[in-house]
Each structure stands twice: as structure tokens, then as C-alpha cells.
């Protein structure tokens, strides 16, 4: 079993958990956070073998109150928080905050998504727990960062969307769109793994643990980092949109849609001959991406016309070894997807309220320390 600094058992020590350790197994995490970014991340943590313990509010993490079809349970909550046990604390009352500040003497890693201040108003700041712990990893998730204007103001997934220029170059003119699916959380969150990964790695060096600040300003902005390039003396509102147009896209068949992707000399030859349009293959007015998107007006109806003579699936089958493509599917098509199978991505896990339930387990292979068995996320009615 696993001690603290004192000599005490851990609380972190979880003889429970079932299935080969993991790059991480023996470190003890405390997860504060609310939502997505900084739980998911967690749970990817909880992954790699980390002992996880998910602190919420009484009342409990405010996704489990999301609209839900599940019955009686937020799918949300479930999925973001896999793998993790549970404690409900109180952290105004200073009795529940000393129950946190114990854990904290034994814990390899804090994480939180609290507004500025916050945190320092409760007493569980850095720098009063890096006092407690000197090899504590201190990991805050913000909205808009540590410094800066804006640095007290609330973030979440699709207000960075909007504010960072996603739902602009989303949308086509003058609309813009959202990204559904929250990706600014989830990219946050990986950030989230990664940023503790290597500040744990450091510490075998150092001794010593540190802040870590993830926000989703920041993950907003690295994500469109293609995009996010200005020349010396470039002007500010100019096209910085790198959809190649035309040919690569979504193009409609005779039931369903298809992706398609033609780029480079070797695909779009392939597309034209499996389509039935050879003579254009080697047009020189279409020999390459640029000519393509610029006559994309020319090209589309022809190519959309060709794809009429087959269903979505249908072409994927024959143009999926020598085209990259897809056929549009829901995701409910993953659960039993033969590829997703294989790649035992999704898993059967057990539930106290549900019986079971499938969703993904594991995002990253180790050869030699492939992690723990995935279990649920923690219900609220066992920890109050």
C-alpha cells in the first residue's frame, strides 16, 4: 500500500482496481474540475493507471444536471469521468476543507477549473498547497489564461469558438457555424494529461512539483495554428482559411454522403479513373490543388453527376484502398464497427444503476504497461 510523507496509509491506495499498472499507476491525482476539459483529462490520466478521486460540491459536478436521454444519468458525466472514485466535500466548510488538505499531503497531482480567486478564497491556492506539498502538480484550467483583461471571466467550449475565429471560418459567409462536439474542451483536456505528464516526469528530476495553467484560450488558438501564421508586414484580414475547395469534401451519392479527399497527383488519378473520368486526370487545367479549387465550378458538377451511379458505401469500398474517404455515418455506427472493434476502443463497463453501459476506454497503447480495466464514473448518491 502506498504512504503518504507522514508514514499514514494513503488514501490514494485503491487495492480495487483491476487489470496490468499503467505508466502512471502509484500516482494519486485529486480531480476538482467541473465540465469537461479538466475531468476528461483526468479520466486520461486514470487511463495510463493514475488513482483518480473526483471531489465535487454537494449536488454534485454541474454536467450531471445536463439534459440527458439517458435515464436517469447525464451520458456527458459518464463518459468524461470513467475510472475514477468519488467524494463529495464541501470546501467552504473548513472541516470537509482539512479532509482535502490530508489528501492533498498525499497527493501527486491537483487539478481545477476554478475563476480566479476562487481558490485562493477556500485556502487551496498553489502556493498554500505547494506549502503542504512541495511536490504537489498544481494544474488550474481557465477560460482565458493567467493574465490579461479578461483573465476573471468565465470560458467555455463555444465561447472560445466564437471568440477565436473557429465559428467564422466554420461557417460559410456571412453565417457562421459552431463546432458541435465540444473540441476545444477535449483538446484542453489532452493538454491537460500531457501538461501533467511531463511536469510529473520533471519532478523525478527537480523533486519538486509546479503549477501547470491549461486554458481554452490557448487550446483554441493552438488548434488553428495552421492558420495562426502572420508574414512581417502581412495585413491582418486577409484568407487564412486552408480548405483545398472543390473536390475535397462531402459530396451527395445515391444514398448518402461521401468524404472525399484528392490532394495530391497519385489520388486525384486514382479518383478519376475509379469514377470514370479519365480525361481528366492528366487536364492540365486541373493538375493540381490549387487549379482545382480555383475551378471547382467546373469540376463539381461532373464529379457529383459520376458519384450519383453509387451508394456512400458502395464507393467507399471501391475507392477506399487508393481514395481517402468515408461514407458520412452517425456515431451510434461505431459501438460496432469492425475497425473500432479490433482496436477494442470501446469496452463493456459495469454499472451500480445501469447494469452496464459500452464507451471508450483506453486512447493510448503501451506495450508493457497498457493501463488498468476502465469502471464507471463515480455516482453521487455513494459519496454524500
Known sequence: MKTSPTGRPSGFANPDRLGPPGPLTGIGVLDLSAYIAGPYGCSLLADQGADVIKVEPPGGDN?????????????????????KRGMVLDLKDRTKRQVLLDLVVEADVLVHNFRPGVAERLGIDHDRLAALNPRLIYCVVSGYGEDGPMRGKAGYDQVLQAFTGMCVLQGKPPLPELTYGSPVDYYAAALVAAGVASALFERERSKVGQYVGVSLLRSALAMQSARMVQAQGEANDIARDMRS??????????????????????????????????????????????????????????????????????????LGDVVPCSAVRPIDDMFDHPQVRAENIVRSIAHPKLGSYRGVAHAIKYSRTPGPDSFAAPTIEENE
Do not use: M
Open 63 to 83: 454536467l450531471r444536471a445536463y439534459p440527458s436521454t439517458l435515464d436517469g444519468k447525464n451520458r456527458a458525466f459518464l463518459g468524461v469521468n470513467r475510472s
Open 245 to 318: 475547395g472543390g473536390i475535397t469534401g462531402l459530396h451527395p451519392t445515391a444514398d448518402g454522403y461521401l468524404y472525399l479527399s484528392a490532394n495530391t497527383a497519385h489520388f486525384w488519378k486514382a479518383l478519376c479513373e475509379r469514377t470514370g473520368l479519365c480525361h481528366l486526370a492528366n487536364d492540365s487545367r486541373y493538375d493540381s490543388v490549387r487549379k482545382r479549387a480555383a475551378r471547382s465550378d467546373e469540376l463539381l458538377p461532373v464529379l457529383r453527376q459520376a458519384l450519383l451511379s453509387r451508394t456512400a458505401v458502395e464507393w467507399e469500398g471501391l
